[in-house]
T-cell receptor
């Protein structure tokens, strides 16, 4: 059965700390891995990763995929209270057409204290 | 450019009742997916609609049904509501590829 596991499930840090969130997967025919940030309601898209070893960066956030280890990390440097959210990882898997699907992890709940 | 919109925002229903949730996709998007998210959980895929047909379905009972209209908007219907159906229901739209844009969700409470 396809699965996506995120760790840790929750994390509390102080402003200015650097955090690393993990996402590992076991799926049939991996296609891409996506990171989302969910604050109050709607998850918002952060990154999509398809190639191993290529870092994607947006401001203080960065992410990289390791297809050999079947995992990805999301780094947040110099954290701010506005980074407090649930970070979701989703993996697109399956064959062409109707068999493609997104499998979601449970998320990592990050709390950044001032 | 309007993003994904959902209605209503909140809803309270009684066990056994039926409910209809609505979603309008982001402009230009033709695919709509519905998710159920319980507190502390990641989104659980219910189904996806494309060209007015259900293209994929997650592991949800037949009490959950949907529809997509020619303008790509969509409805999620849940019959014979159970207490366990209480959750945030998210609609997401996409054009092609896995990147999805989410609406604000409908919070359903079943009492």
């Amino acid at each position: 059965e396809d699965k996506v596991v995120q760790s840790p499930l929750s994390l509390v840090v102080h402003e200015g700390d650097t955090v690393t969130l993990n996402c590992s997967y076991e799926v049939t025919n991996f296609r891409s891995l996506l990171w989302y940030k969910q604050e109050k309601k709607a998850p918002t898209f952060l990154f999509m990763l398809t190639s191993s070893g290529i870092e994607k960066k947006s401001g203080r956030l960065s992410s990289i995929l390791d297809k050999k280890e079947l995992s990805s990390i999301l780094n947040i440097t110099a954290t701010q209270t506005g980074d407090s959210a649930i970070y979701l990882c989703a993996v697109e898997a399956g064959w062409a057409g109707n068999n493609r699907k997104l499998i979601w992890g449970l998320g990592t709940s990050l709390a950044v204290n001032p | 450019d309007a993003g994904v919109t959902q209605s209503p925002t909140h809803l309270i229903k009684t066990r056994g009742q039926q409910v209809t949730l609505r979603c309008s996709p982001k402009s230009g998007h033709d695919t709509v997916s519905w998710y159920q998210q319980a507190l502390g959980q990641g989104p659980q895929f219910i189904f996806q609609y494309y060209e007015e047909e259900e293209r994929q379905r997650g592991n949800f009972p037949d009490r959950f049904s949907g529809h997509q209209f020619p303008n790509y908007s969509s409805e999620l219907n849940v019959n014979a509501l159970l207490l366990g159906d209480s959750a945030l229901y998210l609609c997401a739209s996409s054009l092609w590829g896995p990147e999805q844009y989410f609406g604000p969700g409908t919070r359903l409470t079943v009492t």
